[in-house]
């Protein structure tokens, strides 16, 4: 029996873990958070991220270590990688850490994006904005998630409250600026690649955030042909540049018939959970064969497939379980305000059928709010 290694213990770590029991695989989680949900599944090393002595005992411990948490220090992944094999390797989580590094890449790759800059004071901050135009967008470089750490610029005057915001960031995480998109729809491609270099990709899904925060999935998304072709290629030139293995998501901006990337995930993704009961394989069962080596299973969906988000506290959960092809995932988590604590799958043969599930559900859980925008898109 293998034992993967996990560095972080949250919901993602869980549903690899889910996915990995058939498997008969073992895992051991390295988490410093003491309320990481893994908990309730496998002993907990509490110990910081870059606390040499706990890697190495970890390291000794597991046959193979990926990640649940994108941004544990390269450094420490490294001081892994020379003692067990890592994937995705540090090198590949090196530039998905780093938004500047990441846009270079795939501006070097040929993949549109909206432009973007490094900014180091509050005079290039001025200058950048003046030449990208209004919207625009400061990021911190480093360490942003679920929207933190970003601010929109949409006139002038907000470029010193920009600054006072973030400028501190400058030496800390870095900053970029980027042109804001005023996209017609999100989309991301979850995608897998195996030790041997193949590569798999679910249908692309649509996505709807709200606050930065991702709300509701939908798959497949309501592509052309053209675009899912273009979206999973962009994925796929990534995957092979990086010399990536395991599951990644790409997230892109849909404007009219142009699709603009946005960011990389290199881990499962939220937009993935559809695929638990929505696809032949999930993302979770697909990242543990990648990193092992086993074969990569198929990809394909039944059916039409969507996922609600539970931010804060658990909905009762009799609304879903009650509808055919409604699935259920608690993490467990402590509730607190904007926190991911669950979510949802409907899953149905057809788009009115999955639309009609959907505005049951919103209706008895008092989320019109949050279905309306899928139940729309449905019936578009
Ligand atoms: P995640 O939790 O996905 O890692 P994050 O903190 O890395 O989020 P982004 O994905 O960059 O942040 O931004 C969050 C959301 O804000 C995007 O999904 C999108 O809805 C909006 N957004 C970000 N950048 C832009 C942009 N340049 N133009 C328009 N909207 C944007
Ligand atoms: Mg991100
Ligand atoms: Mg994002």
Same mark, same amino acid.
């Given at each position: 029996h293998k034992t993967v290694g996990i560095l972080g213990g949250g919901q993602l770590a869980r549903m690899m873990v889910l996915a990995g029991a058939p498997l008969g695989l073992r895992f051991e989680l390295f988490d410093p958070a003491a309320d990481a949900c893994g908990a309730q599944l496998?002993?907990?090393?509490?110990?910081?991220?870059?606390?040499?002595?706990?890697?190495?005992?970890?390291?000794?411990r597991v046959d193979v270590v990926t990640f649940d948490f994108e941004n544990v220090p390269a450094h420490s992944a490294r001081f892994l990688a020379e003692r067990v094999p890592v994937y995705p390797n540090p090198d590949a989580l090196a530039v998905a850490q780093d938004r500047l590094s *990441?846009?270079?890449?795939f501006q070097q790759l040929g993949i549109p994006l909206p432009p973007f800059a490094d900014i180091r004071s509050r005079d290039e901050l001025a200058a950048k904005v003046a030449e990208f135009g209004m919207p625009c967008i400061v990021k911190t470089r480093r360490l942003g998630y679920d929207g933190k750490g970003q601010?929109?610029?949409?006139?002038?005057?907000?470029?010193?409250?920009?600054?006072?915001?973030?400028?501190?960031?400058?030496?800390?995480?870095?900053l970029i600026l980027e042109g804001f998109v005023a996209?017609?729809?999100? +989309?991301? +491609?979850?995608?897998? %690649?195996?030790?041997?270099?193949?590569?798999?990709?679910?249908?692309?899904?649509?996505?709807w955030h709200v606050d930065g925060v991702l709300s509701a999935s939908l798959a497949p998304a309501q592509l052309s042909s053209a675009q899912q072709a273009a979206a999973i290629g962009h994925a796929r030139a990534l995957a092979e540049r990086l010399d990536y293995v395991g599951v990644f998501a790409l997230e892109l901006f849909c404007?009219?018939?142009?699709?603009?990337?946005?960011?990389?995930?290199?881990?499962?993704?939220?937009?993935?959970?559809?695929?638990?009961?929505?696809?032949?394989?999930?993302?979770?069962?697909?990242?543990?064969?990648?990193?092992?080596?086993?074969?990569?299973?198929?990809?394909?969906?039944?059916?039409?497939?969507?996922?609600?988000?539970?931010?804060?506290?658990?909905?009762?959960?009799?609304?879903v379980l009650g509808q055919p092809g409604?699935?259920?995932?608690?993490?467990?988590?402590?509730?607190? *305000?904007?926190?991911?604590?669950?979510?949802?799958?409907?899953?149905?043969?057809?788009?009115?059928?999955?639309?009609?599930?959907?505005?049951?559900?919103?209706?008895?859980?008092?989320?019109?709010?949050?279905?309306?925008?899928?139940?729309?898109?449905?019936? %578009?």
């Open positions: 496998a002993p907990l090393q509490v110990a910081a991220f870059d606390d040499e002595a706990a890697l190495a005992a970890f390291a000794a *990441e846009k270079t890449l601010f929109r610029i949409r006139s002038a005057a907000d470029i010193d409250a920009a600054w006072a915001a973030l400028g501190d960031y400058v030496d800390r995480t870095g996209f017609d729809r999100e +989309v991301s +491609v979850v995608a897998v %690649r195996g030790r041997d270099g193949e590569f798999r990709a679910w249908p692309v899904t649509g996505n404007r009219g018939e142009e699709l603009l990337v946005n960011e990389m995930a290199p881990r499962v993704h939220n937009s993935g959970h559809w695929t638990i009961e929505g696809s032949e394989t999930s993302q979770f069962e697909n990242h543990l064969r990648a990193v092992l080596g086993l074969p990569l299973g198929d990809t394909r969906m039944l059916g039409q497939a969507c996922m609600l988000n539970w931010l804060g506290a658990m909905p009762a959960a009799a609304a409604g699935h259920w995932h608690d993490y467990g988590k402590q509730p607190r *305000e904007g926190r991911k604590v669950g979510h949802a799958t409907l899953r149905q043969d057809d788009a009115g059928a999955l639309a009609a599930a959907l505005e049951q559900v919103g209706a008895q859980l008092g989320r019109a709010d949050q279905v309306a925008p899928v139940v729309e898109a449905l019936r %578009r």
